[in-house]
C-alpha cells in the first residue's frame, strides 16, 4: 500500500502487475537524471513527480524555487503517452518546484509567453513576465486521457495559507523570495483563467507541489483525490481483505500527520468499515498515534521500544519487525 509518496508505482506495480520504466529526464534544475515510471498490464502509468521534480534530488545549497522547474514530470507523462497509456495516477509529493506545473506543461507542449513576446524559461520566477499561455502546440492525446492527481493536503494556490508561503521555505525560499513567487503563482492563476478558461486559484490542493495540483487541474483536466483511497481503490483492496480475521498495517513513523489521510489511516479506516480489525507496527510511535485506536486499530506496536535507538532499530530492522509481529499475532490470537 501507499498514498500518493515514494513508493506508490511499486506499489501498484506489484499489486495490479507491470512494470517500471526509466528514463532520464530534467531534473529540478535541467540536469539529466535517471527517473521511473509504472505501467500496469492495463496500461495505467502511475508518475511520482518527486522522481523528476523532488527536493530529493538537490543538495540543500541547490534549493532555489525562483528556478526549479517540473519540466521532468512532464518528460514522464510524455513518455507514458508515447507507451500507450491513456489512464494517469501521479502523486505529486516531495517536490521542489514552485512554478504552478508551468514546467510540466511546456514538455507536454504548451507555451509560456513573456510580456516582451517571446517565451518565458522554465522556473517559478519566470512566471512573474508572463503575459499569455499558448496551448495550441498542447499534446493532442491529453484530452483524450484521463489523470487522477493523488493530493494529500487542501492548501488553495495563492495567499497565506497557498503554495508559496506554507512549502516555499523548505524548497529554500525567503519570506521576500517566497512573496514574490506567491504574485507569480496568482499571474499564472490570471492566465489560466483568461487564457484556458478554468479558475484553479481556490481549489482545495491546488496549492500542492507548489502550485502543481493547480497545473494538473489547468493543463492535463486532472482531478485531485486522497492519494491512499486511489490506491485502495486501484488495488481492489477492500475486495482483497473481504473474511479476513485481520489486517496489519504499518509506516516509518506513526503519528497525528497519520490522521490526514496517510496509509495507515485509510487502510484502519476500511477495514474498520468491513468489521475487521486492525494492528499497527510502526518503526516508531509519536503524539497523535492514539487516535488510531478510534479508527479500528486494536493495539499498536514499535521498532523503537524502550531502550532501543533510531540506528539499531534501522540496523536490525527485519529482526525487529519479525518479534513485533510474532508477539502481536499471539496478543491478537489470545484475546
Given at each position: 500500500?501507499?498514498?500518493?509518496?515514494?513508493?506508490?508505482?511499486?506499489?501498484?506495480?506489484?499489486?495490479?502487475?507491470?512494470?517500471?520504466?526509466?528514463?532520464?529526464?530534467?531534473?529540478?534544475?535541467?540536469?539529466?537524471?535517471?527517473?521511473?515510471?509504472?505501467?500496469?498490464?492495463?496500461?495505467?502509468?502511475?508518475?511520482?513527480?518527486?522522481?523528476?521534480?523532488?527536493?530529493?534530488?538537490?543538495?540543500?545549497?541547490?534549493?532555489?524555487?525562483?528556478?526549479?522547474?517540473?519540466?521532468?514530470?512532464?518528460?514522464?507523462?510524455?513518455?507514458?503517452?508515447?507507451?500507450?497509456?491513456?489512464?494517469?495516477?501521479?502523486?505529486?509529493?516531495?517536490?521542489?518546484?514552485?512554478?504552478?506545473?508551468?514546467?510540466?506543461?511546456?514538455?507536454?507542449?504548451?507555451?509560456?509567453?513573456?510580456?516582451?513576446?517571446?517565451?518565458?524559461?522554465?522556473?517559478?520566477?519566470?512566471?512573474?513576465?508572463?503575459?499569455q499561455i499558448?496551448?495550441?502546440?498542447?499534446?493532442?492525446?491529453?484530452?483524450?486521457?484521463?489523470?487522477?492527481?493523488?493530493?494529500?493536503?487542501?492548501?488553495?494556490?495563492?495567499?497565506?495559507?497557498?503554495?508559496?508561503?506554507?512549502?516555499?521555505?523548505?524548497?529554500?525560499?525567503?519570506?521576500?523570495?517566497?512573496?514574490?513567487?506567491?504574485?507569480?503563482?496568482?499571474?499564472?492563476?490570471?492566465?489560466?483563467?483568461?487564457?484556458?478558461?478554468?479558475?484553479?486559484a481556490d481549489?482545495?490542493?491546488?496549492?500542492?507541489?507548489?502550485?502543481?495540483?493547480?497545473?494538473?487541474?489547468?493543463?492535463?483536466?486532472?482531478?485531485?483525490?486522497?492519494?491512499?483511497?486511489?490506491?485502495?481503490?486501484?488495488?481492489?483492496?477492500?475486495?482483497?481483505?473481504?473474511?479476513?480475521?485481520?489486517?496489519?498495517?504499518?509506516?516509518?513513523?506513526?503519528d497525528a500527520?497519520?490522521?490526514?489521510?496517510?496509509?495507515?489511516?485509510?487502510?484502519?479506516?476500511?477495514?474498520?468499515?468491513?468489521?475487521?480489525?486492525?494492528?499497527?507496527?510502526?518503526?516508531?510511535?509519536?503524539?497523535?498515534?492514539?487516535?488510531?485506536?478510534?479508527?479500528?486499530?486494536?493495539?499498536?506496536?514499535?521498532?523503537?521500544?524502550?531502550?532501543?535507538?533510531?540506528?539499531?532499530?534501522?540496523?536490525?530492522?527485519?529482526?525487529?519487525?519479525?518479534?513485533?509481529?510474532?508477539?502481536?499475532?499471539?496478543?491478537?490470537?489470545?484475546?
Amino acid at each position: 500500500m501507499a498514498d500518493g509518496g515514494e513508493g506508490t508505482a511499486r506499489s501498484l506495480i506489484d499489486g495490479l502487475g507491470g512494470e517500471i520504466v526509466t528514463i532520464g529526464v530534467e531534473d529540478p534544475l535541467g540536469r539529466t537524471v535517471a527517473a521511473s515510471y509504472g505501467l500496469t498490464l492495463g496500461g495505467v502509468a502511475i508518475i511520482e513527480m518527486a522522481q523528476a521534480s523532488g527536493l530529493m534530488l538537490l543538495a540543500e545549497s541547490e534549493r532555489d524555487p525562483m528556478l526549479a522547474s517540473t519540466f521532468g514530470t512532464g518528460q514522464l507523462i510524455k513518455d507514458a503517452l508515447d507507451h500507450d497509456a491513456r489512464d494517469f495516477i501521479i502523486g505529486i509529493g516531495g517536490s521542489a518546484t514552485n512554478d504552478g506545473g508551468a514546467g510540466m506543461a511546456q514538455a507536454l507542449g504548451y507555451r509560456f509567453v513573456g510580456e516582451d513576446g517571446g517565451e518565458l524559461p522554465r522556473g517559478g520566477g519566470a512566471l512573474l513576465r508572463l503575459a499569455q499561455i499558448d496551448w495550441m502546440d498542447s499534446d493532442v492525446r491529453i484530452p483524450y486521457s484521463d489523470f487522477t492527481v493523488a493530493c494529500d493536503v487542501d492548501n488553495p494556490l495563492l495567499g497565506r495559507h497557498g503554495a508559496s508561503a506554507i512549502f516555499g521555505p523548505q524548497k529554500g525560499a525567503s519570506p521576500e523570495t517566497a512573496a514574490l513567487l506567491d504574485n507569480a503563482l496568482a499571474k499564472l492563476a490570471s492566465r489560466v483563467k483568461d487564457d484556458l478558461g478554468k479558475d484553479v486559484a481556490d481549489i482545495p490542493g491546488a496549492g500542492a507541489a507548489g502550485g502543481l495540483g493547480a497545473g494538473c487541474i489547468a493543463f492535463l483536466g486532472a482531478e485531485l483525490k486522497r492519494g491512499v483511497d486511489i490506491v485502495i481503490g486501484a488495488t481492489g483492496l477492500a475486495e482483497k481483505i473481504k473474511g479476513a480475521a485481520l489486517v496489519i498495517t504499518g509506516e516509518g513513523r506513526t503519528d497525528a500527520q497519520t490522521m490526514g489521510g496517510k496509509t495507515v489511516h485509510g487502510v484502519t479506516t476500511l477495514a474498520k468499515s468491513l468489521g475487521i480489525p486492525t494492528v499497527v507496527i510502526s518503526g516508531s510511535l509519536a503524539q497523535g498515534a492514539e487516535g488510531l485506536l478510534g479508527c479500528g486499530a486494536i493495539r499498536m506496536y514499535e521498532l523503537m521500544e524502550e531502550g532501543i535507538e533510531l540506528e539499531t532499530s534501522m540496523r536490525e530492522g527485519a529482526e525487529l519487525l519479525e518479534a513485533r509481529a510474532e508477539r502481536a499475532l499471539r496478543e491478537f490470537m489470545k484475546s
